[in-house]
């Protein structure tokens, strides 16, 4: 964290400290059990770590040294294990993060649900949209405090460019964009042959439910993002940011229709999952009242090159264009650029309309003033919401149904690419109603033994 992170925090810190005393046990510590150490478990660790009343008290990954690691830094003697249920098991934990690769999402967190435990899980939330609607019934059956880690939603900046949007002030939203821009040709990920599997057990174990197939490097570990059994691409990845804020300042649950172009241009490694492509969403109405507003479009786009689209303020990754001003999201800050109107030549006008410019003189003013805002989305104030809704059991910024509708909607993105297809959702059924083929991808068949609970 930098200097003014921290002190963000220090602000954060007075104003919530002082409702702990108001909360039956508030001065004793969340012990919180960790699932999958490596990357991005391990960072979303550190993050933890920020906040003094939390404790380490288990750790759970396929790698000892990703383990060993994470009990250096705890500052703990933590208990260690290799089998996810039997951490479960242990009293002495009160919530669980799971940060696996996504096609363990589901198991894991239904399995800590029901043995008790308040979850906090790495986005995307889920490897199909069945999984994640079970995974949000289950979180309301049992009455758990949940938190998925699209960590921009404890963002006070980011609410703030939200809350902009939601009240209309960059008039009505007629389009939004997202960039995924990562060049990473010639090699890629390689071209990893199969090979005989270093540990039987392990690979067994990684691979879970998802189906039985031969050894191959890459498909353990981060490379697992490009291939669609455990992962889907930097889509599901980076989009799910991406889709969440659109989403959050649209004030929309889901999308109507999606489709989606895209394939292995500029690569030639073994992915499965395409270096480039496009997705293109439609939401109903706007952000105003919706029956005075148009639908509007989301697009989010991965290219494997260095330069931006045109129309791309450059080092932003989403833009929302409306009729008074655009948006432009950064890391760190967010800014509007005011529209103008635009004059209509005169050669292109009729007589009529020429005379009846004489009594009209368009203004050339902004159609409003700069607006800006900037801060920090570190992971820890997400931890950090989630340590005191787990005291007080409020709702976390992003409980279970935020995530899960925006992980939806991604998902349902690699299907239309996968399809070829032109697809119409029914957001509340979760059904595609013009293909009933894309539906049989909403859903896959567990290699046995593996069911959700």
């Not at 669980?96 to 363990?104: G, K, S």
């Not at 239904?110 to 289950?138: F, H, Q, W």
Request: glycine share 8%.
């Amino acid at each position: 964290m930098n200097d003014s992170t921290r002190r963000q925090f220090a602000r954060a810190g007075l104003a919530t400290a002082l409702s702990y005393s108001r909360v039956s046990g508030a001065n004793d510590r969340v012990r919180m059990a960790y699932i999958g150490l490596g990357n991005r478990g391990d960072q979303v660790h550190d993050a933890f770590l920020e906040h003094g009343d939390q404790q380490t008290v288990a750790v759970c990954d396929l790698k000892d040294s990703y383990m060993d690691f994470a009990i250096r830094k705890s500052r703990a003697t933590p208990r260690k294990y290799t089998d996810y249920k039997k951490l479960l098991e242990d009293k002495d934990v009160d919530a669980v993060v799971v940060a696996t690769p996504d096609h363990w999402h589901a198991l894991m967190f239904i399995d800590a649900c029901n043995a008790g435990k308040d979850v906090y899980v790495e986005k995307p939330l889920s490897l199909t949209v069945y999984e994640g609607r079970r995974m949000v019934e289950t979180a309301h059956k049992t009455n758990r405090v949940t938190q998925v880690g699209i960590h921009r939603r404890s963002g006070a900046f980011l609410k703030e460019a939200a809350e902009f949007v939601q009240s209309g002030g960059i008039g009505q939203v007629t389009v939004a964009r997202s960039y995924h821009i990562l060049n990473q040709w010639p090699v890629g990920i390689g071209n990893e042959p199969d090979s005989p599997v270093p540990s039987p057990a392990e690979w067994d174990q990684w691979l879970g439910p998802a189906p039985k197939v031969p050894y191959n490097k890459n498909r353990m570990y981060y490379n697992f993002r490009w291939f669609y059994n455990y992962s889907g691409g930097q889509l599901t990845n980076f989009g799910v940011h991406y889709m969440d804020m659109i989403r959050w300042c649209l004030g929309k649950e889901y999308p109507r229709a999606v489709t989606a172009m895209g394939g292995k241009y500029a690569i030639g490694d073994n992915r499965e999952i395409p270096d480039t492509m496009e997705a293109l969403w439609e939401f109903e109405g706007g952000t105003l009242d919706v029956n005075r507003t148009g639908p509007t479009m989301v697009c989010f786009a991965q290219y494997n090159a260095n330069a931006a689209p045109g129309n791309h303020m450059p080092g932003s990754e989403m833009e929302l264009r409306g009729t008074k001003g655009t948006m432009y999201l950064y890391g760190n800050r967010w800014e509007v650029v005011p529209e103008k109107t635009t004059k209509m030549t005169t050669s292109a006008r009729t007589p009529l309309d020429r005379e009846t410019e004489r009594g009209y003189r368009p203004s050339f003013k902004t159609a409003m003033e700069p607006k800006s805002g900037k801060g920090s989305a570190d992971t820890a104030f997400h931890a950090r919401n989630f340590l005191d809704c787990v005291k007080s059991r409020a709702k976390c910024n992003c409980d279970i149904e935020i995530g899960h509708r925006s992980t939806s909607a991604t998902l349902i993105a690699n299907i239309a690419l996968r399809t070829k297809s032109y697809l119409e959702w029914d957001g509340k059924a979760e059904r595609f109603t013009n293909n009933e083929a894309a539906n049989k991808y909403l859903q896959y068949k567990y290699r046995a033994p593996f069911k959700l609970g």
